[in-house]
Nanobody, 121 residues
């Protein structure tokens, strides 16, 4: 399973970006998530989408709630993170990851490479 993140870039404060995370190797997913990290800090969860007995659920930390939306297009096997009202403190490398199922490995966590988001003031 491979995850390819894209969509990062430079944006002014108040602007928007949409990150994409293309998945290959399986279409069976349990959850997808976006994390971010800045130098010297721990990786922070910014959005998670999961499916289970309650259907599709999403969760966000307070720092991005109301500004970020995570989604997934099953027809494209791709996850997205829509980021609006961006702030300079959102500047970070954003990583996508998720839990996917394959016949060989069963359910397992996978990570993609990061994409840099820079928000200028």
């Amino acid at each position: 399973v491979q995850l390819q993140a894209s969509g990062g870039g430079l944006v002014q404060a108040g602007g928007s970006l949409r990150l994409s995370c293309a998945v290959s190797g399986t279409t069976v997913w349990n959850s997808m998530a976006w994390y971010r990290q800045t130098p010297g800090t721990q990786r922070e969860l910014v959005a998670r989408i999961a499916r289970g007995s309650l259907g599709i659920t999403t969760n966000y930390p307070d720092s991005v709630k109301g500004r970020f939306i995570i989604s997934r297009d099953n027809t494209k096997n791709t996850g997205y993170l829509q980021m609006d009202s961006l702030k300079p403190e959102d500047t970070a490398i954003y990583y996508c990851g998720g839990n996917f199922w394959t016949p060989a490995q069963g359910s397992k966590d996978y990570w993609g490479q990061g994409t840099l988001v820079t928000v200028s003031s």
